[in-house]
């Protein structure tokens, strides 16, 4: 047998990263913690799952078609959202969820040397791939939990590539508004590929909310990304994409991973797209669940940071990962902060009131054995 | 034999061109030149030995790696003697000068590397006086920033000069040389600072397993709560090493400054002191990400205290039962104590297996009360099954289980203290 040199094929960027380790399968979970349910609530997952013409795309599968090639660029899906969004279909790409077409977008633009830009305490994807890629992150601190535009701004250099601002931003829920937007659009003036990831925007009703798909005819620069993991309930196809200007984009395709998205994920997507009536159920629910999470919070007396999104990050007066570890022994599955750089806070999904409220219960209890 | 020479200038250069004194460079040579005769004279097949220098900027590594199937290591015990009389044990004799000769030594036994030594010299670095100097000002307004090296000397002066020397690293004492273990990677410190060269606290922290980080302090010089410098350190702390691969710290000398929000208490030890007094030790812990859960092996006997230990920690554990079955074992076992002098401490772990093991213990227990040690510690891996098969042996010879210390090495560890003093002490 070889010994494989590691040492020296190895590049130091790599040597240096961190691997993401998902987490087990919930019966392996349920069975080391000991409990008889577990109640998913760190994923950000819709708790009303995929629309129900999804749901039967899904259920009526004709297995044969399992030995058969997807359509490599999701032909019918780009489509379609080319005539929602009155584009042309080559303004789309899509990906096995928003995280590939984040590679697709870094490979494209940077080079030995480049950096990227982003927040610190953000979706943590952009900073992965483009470390484990050679290229540096350069993190900027949130300020009142929000992106720093200015921040941002100053941190560019004749190196920088890519600014990637998550609106809304997952784990806090804060957003730039239309106006802030485009001012930060404006300062930057082309010079720069700009990515809004709007994984959350289904779930923002406020009207000052901004569009990043209406902003690509003005700004040539711009990629927005869009997934069916959260709002469509897809996450387990990973079906995401994303669209901006057609040289823009055309640029992109060439680092793209073709037929990387499966046939049923397109096919259940290409149902989803126009359901708006599980659209407003979801967020009806997710109003209803949010509020009456805020409610048992504010007596609990914990700091909230409660914005935009399914979701709520609480800061406890203990560790977080404790708290991880008390919240499973209770069969409720939280997501802790500290890997965000958010020590002793969680997040938690919005889930179903029943959900909810054993959330609650745990969180009483957690605190109470403290 | 024929590579001695070549051997030997290679060590005392290497050492040299680190950065070790003379009187360090012949130390190491010393005890270079006894494991490589050992090797040499051990191996008749003509095997290759590799010799490798790293240059720990603090210290020279040198590590033999080899191929050898009756490889004794016993004389790495701290307790092994030799006869004049007998042949075998004056060859040992040479291993014993070598292990002495340098602060460090380690056994290497590795599918992909094989088995190796590794000997670590250090560089002698002067002690910092305990010198009178201005009082810290209490820094409403403070950054939290890496020193640089001056910065950091001014904080070790202060750290040794506020604190007793059970709550900070003995290595402290010579400000030159926490310096040069910054610039190795060996500690990482963050400090609370005017920006004026007013030093007002830090923190420090070094990575002692793949998995674990260990943390000192937070030290704050004259600083009150109310401006919640320790907070502030721990949280900066964290997300210093938010993304890093670690799994969890720790804090085993910690100051009464800890925010104890941030972290939980594993448990305390009886630490007993030489005018018969003892207090509790609290170790304290925080899992730096999700916990996955993990298996880990455990002799019968020891069962009951991890159930009850997991359960009270809630950590989820695969617990899988493993004993010795008339399986081939080593006949000499070794053990490394590790010692911490201000807390009159040693802490026990075994390096290598061996059926000798109850004996070698025994000897270690008897060295250590001879030398007045009041805290004796001994630490099992439960990821290795041969260590977990250690319980019943420690168990009968006065070890009690008082703590797991999760993910402190290649899986958890659990720590048994020694009771046979208690009575003379409490």
């Given at each position: 047998?070889?010994?494989?040199?590691?040492?020296?094929?190895?590049?130091?960027?790599?040597k240096?990263?961190?691997p993401y380790?998902?987490?087990?399968?919930?019966?392996?979970?349920?069975?080391?913690y000991g409990?008889?349910?577990?109640y998913?609530?760190?994923?950000?997952e819709?708790?009303?799952?995929?629309?129900?013409?999804?749901?039967?795309?899904?259920?009526?599968?004709?297995?044969?078609?399992?030995?058969?090639?997807?359509?490599?660029?999701?032909y019918?899906?780009?489509k379609?959202?080319?005539?929602?969004?009155?584009l042309?279909?080559?303004?789309?790409?899509?990906g096995?969820?928003?995280?590939?077409?984040i590679?697709f977008v870094?490979?494209?633009?940077?080079?030995?040397?480049?950096?990227?830009?982003?927040?610190?305490?953000?979706?943590?994807?952009?900073?992965?791939?483009a470390?484990?890629?050679?290229?540096?992150?350069?993190?900027?601190?949130?300020?009142?939990?929000?992106?720093?535009?200015?921040g941002?701004?100053?941190?560019i250099?004749?190196?920088?590539?890519?600014?990637?601002?998550?609106?809304?931003?997952n784990p806090?829920?804060?957003?730039?508004?239309?106006a802030?937007?485009?001012?930060?659009?404006d300062?930057?003036?082309?010079?720069q590929i700009?990515?809004?990831?709007?994984?959350?925007?289904?779930?923002?009703?406020?009207p000052?909310?901004?569009?990043?798909?209406?902003?690509?005819e003005?700004?040539?620069n711009l990629?927005?990304?869009r997934?069916?993991?959260?709002?469509?309930?897809?996450?387990?196809?990973?079906?995401?994409?994303?669209?901006?200007?057609?040289?823009?984009?055309?640029v992109?395709?060439?680092t793209?991973?073709?037929?990387?998205?499966?046939?049923?994920?397109?096919?259940?997507a290409?149902?989803?797209?126009?359901?708006n009536?599980?659209?407003?159920?979801?967020?009806?629910?997710?109003?209803?669940?949010?509020a009456?999470?805020?409610?048992?919070?504010?007596l609990l007396?914990?700091?909230?940071?409660?914005?935009?999104?399914?979701?709520?990050m609480?800061?406890l007066?203990?560790?977080?990962?404790?708290?991880?570890?008390?919240?499973?022994?209770?069969?409720?599955?939280?997501?802790?902060?500290t890997g965000?750089?958010?020590?002793?806070?969680?997040r938690?999904?919005?889930?179903?009131?029943?959900?909810?409220?054993?959330?609650?219960?745990?969180l009483?209890?957690?605190?109470?054995?403290? | 034999?024929?590579y001695?020479?070549?051997t030997?200038s290679?060590?005392?250069?290497?050492?040299?061109?680190f950065?070790?004194?003379?009187?360090?460079v012949?130390?190491?040579?010393?005890?270079?030149?006894e494991?490589f005769?050992?090797?040499?004279?051990?191996?008749?097949?003509?095997?290759?030995?590799?010799?490798?220098?790293?240059?720990?900027?603090?210290?020279?590594?040198?590590r033999?790696l080899f191929d050898?199937?009756n490889?004794?290591?016993?004389?790495?015990?701290?307790?092994?003697?030799?006869?004049l009389?007998?042949e075998?044990?004056?060859?040992?004799?040479?291993?014993?000068?070598?292990?002495?000769?340098?602060?460090?030594?380690?056994?290497?036994?590795?599918a992909r590397?094989g088995?190796?030594?590794?000997?670590l010299?250090?560089?002698?670095?002067?002690?910092?006086?305990?010198?009178?100097?201005?009082a810290?000002?209490p820094?409403?307004?403070?950054?939290?920033?890496?020193?640089?090296?001056?910065?950091?000397?001014?904080?070790?002066?202060?750290?040794?000069?506020?604190?007793?020397?059970?709550l900070?690293?003995?290595?402290?004492?010579?400000?030159?040389?926490?310096?040069?273990?910054?610039?190795?990677g060996?500690?990482?410190?963050?400090?609370?600072?005017?920006?004026?060269?007013?030093?007002a606290?830090?923190?420090?922290?070094?990575?002692?397993?793949?998995?674990?980080i260990?943390?000192f302090?937070p030290?704050?010089?004259?600083?009150p709560?109310?401006?919640?410098?320790?907070?502030?350190?721990?949280?900066?702390f964290?997300?210093?090493?938010?993304?890093?691969?670690?799994?969890?710290?720790?804090?085993?000398?910690?100051?009464?400054?800890?925010?104890?929000?941030?972290?939980?208490?594993?448990?305390?030890?009886?630490?007993?002191?030489?005018?018969?007094?003892?207090?509790?030790?609290?170790f304290y812990?925080?899992?730096?990400?999700?916990d996955?859960?993990?298996?880990?092996?455990?002799?019968p006997?020891?069962?009951?205290?991890?159930?009850?230990?997991?359960?009270?920690?809630?950590?989820a554990?695969?617990?899988?039962?493993?004993?010795?079955?008339?399986?081939?074992?080593?006949?000499?076992?070794?053990?490394?104590?590790?010692?911490n002098?201000?807390?009159?401490?040693?802490?026990?772990?075994?390096?290598?297996?061996?059926?000798?093991?109850?004996?070698?213990?025994?000897?270690h227990?008897?060295?250590?009360?001879?030398?007045?040690?009041?805290?004796?510690l001994?630490?099992?891996?439960?990821?290795?099954?041969?260590?977990?098969?250690?319980?019943?042996?420690?168990m009968?010879?006065?070890f009690v289980?008082?703590?797991?210390?999760?993910?402190?090495?290649?899986?958890?560890?659990?720590?048994?203290?020694?009771?046979?003093?208690?009575?003379?002490?409490?």
């Amino acid at each position: 047998m070889f010994d494989v040199p590691l040492n020296n094929l190895v590049p130091a960027y790599i040597k240096g990263f961190e691997p993401y380790i998902p987490s087990k399968p919930d019966q392996e979970l349920m069975k080391l913690y000991g409990c008889d349910h577990l109640y998913r609530l760190n994923n950000n997952e819709n708790p009303l799952g995929p629309p129900a013409a999804s749901q039967d795309i899904i259920r009526r599968f004709w297995p044969p078609k399992s030995g058969l090639y997807p359509s490599g660029d999701s032909y019918y899906m780009r489509k379609r959202l080319a005539e929602k969004y009155s584009l042309d279909p080559d303004q789309f790409l899509f990906g096995n969820g928003a995280n590939e077409v984040i590679a697709f977008v870094i490979k494209a633009f940077c080079q030995e040397g480049d950096n990227i830009i982003t927040a610190d305490k953000t979706f943590a994807v952009y900073e992965w791939v483009a470390t484990f890629s050679g290229f540096e992150a350069r993190l900027v601190p949130l300020k009142d939990f929000g992106f720093d535009d200015n921040g941002m701004l100053e941190g560019i250099d004749a190196r920088t590539k890519i600014l990637f601002v998550c609106n809304p931003n997952n784990p806090t829920g804060t957003y730039w508004n239309a106006a802030k937007l485009r001012r930060f659009l404006d300062v930057i003036g082309g010079r720069q590929i700009v990515v809004i990831d709007e994984a959350y925007c289904e779930f923002v009703e406020n009207p000052d909310f901004p569009d990043g798909i209406k902003l690509l005819e003005e700004y040539p620069n711009l990629v927005v990304f869009r997934t069916f993991s959260k709002m469509y309930g897809l996450a387990g196809l990973r079906i995401g994409y994303l669209v901006g200007n057609m040289e823009v984009v055309d640029v992109i395709r060439r680092t793209c991973v073709v037929y990387s998205v499966n046939t049923v994920a397109q096919d259940a997507a290409l149902a989803a797209v126009d359901d708006n009536n599980h659209v407003q159920a979801t967020r009806d629910l997710i109003r209803l669940e949010k509020a009456y999470l805020r409610e048992e919070l504010e007596l609990l007396r914990l700091q909230v940071q409660s914005g935009e999104g399914c979701f709520i990050m609480i800061k406890l007066p203990v560790s977080d990962t404790l708290a991880y570890r008390k919240f499973m022994s209770q069969g409720v599955m939280i997501r802790s902060m500290t890997g965000f750089r958010f020590p002793n806070w969680i997040r938690v999904s919005i889930g179903k009131h029943e959900a909810m409220e054993a959330f609650v219960a745990a969180l009483k209890h957690t605190l109470s054995s403290d | 034999m024929a590579y001695f020479p070549l051997t030997m200038s290679f060590v005392e250069e290497s050492a040299k061109a680190f950065g070790l004194g003379i009187p360090e460079v012949l130390k190491l040579r010393l005890a270079c030149e006894e494991v490589f005769a050992y090797l040499s004279e051990s191996d008749h097949n003509g095997n290759t030995i590799t010799v490798e220098a790293e240059n720990g900027v603090y210290y020279t590594g040198i590590r033999f790696l080899f191929d050898a199937r009756n490889f004794d290591p016993h004389a790495f015990n701290l307790t092994a003697k030799i006869s004049l009389d007998s042949e075998a044990d004056l060859k040992q004799m040479g291993l014993i000068i070598a292990s002495r000769s340098v602060e460090r030594f380690y056994m290497l036994h590795d599918a992909r590397e094989g088995l190796g030594i590794g000997l670590l010299k250090e560089k002698s670095y002067p002690e910092a006086g305990k010198q009178a100097t201005v009082a810290v000002k209490p820094l409403a307004n403070y950054n939290i920033v890496v020193p640089d090296s001056e910065t950091l000397k001014l904080f070790a002066f202060h750290t040794i000069l506020h604190y007793p020397s059970h709550l900070f690293p003995v290595d402290f004492m010579c400000p030159g040389k926490i310096v040069d273990m910054v610039a190795s990677g060996h500690y990482h410190v963050l400090i609370a600072s005017d920006g004026k060269g007013e030093v007002a606290g830090g923190i420090v922290w070094r990575k002692t397993s793949a998995k674990m980080i260990e943390i000192f302090g937070p030290y704050l010089f004259n600083q009150p709560p109310e401006y919640c410098m320790a907070e502030g350190l721990v949280d900066h702390f964290l997300m210093a090493v938010a993304k890093t691969d670690a799994v969890c710290l720790i804090d085993i000398f910690a100051t009464p400054e800890l925010p104890k929000g941030y972290f939980e208490l594993l448990g305390s030890l009886d630490c007993f002191l030489p005018d018969d007094n003892k207090y509790q030790w609290p170790f304290y812990y925080r899992h730096h990400k999700e916990d996955l859960g993990v298996q880990v092996w455990a002799h019968p006997d020891l069962l009951p205290f991890l159930e009850a230990e997991y359960r009270r920690l809630v950590f989820a554990r695969n617990i899988i039962p493993t004993s010795y079955a008339g399986e081939e074992r080593p006949d000499h076992s070794v053990i490394s104590p590790r010692f911490n002098r201000p807390q009159h401490l040693v802490s026990m772990h075994a390096i290598w297996d061996g059926t000798d093991f109850p004996d070698i213990l025994d000897r270690h227990v008897q060295i250590f009360k001879a030398e007045g040690i009041l805290n004796i510690l001994f630490e099992i891996d439960l990821a290795r099954p041969w260590q977990a098969n250690l319980s019943p042996a420690l168990m009968e010879q006065n070890f009690v289980p008082k703590m797991i210390l999760p993910y402190a090495g290649m899986g958890d560890i659990v720590v048994f203290q020694h009771t046979g003093g208690i009575k003379t002490h409490v």
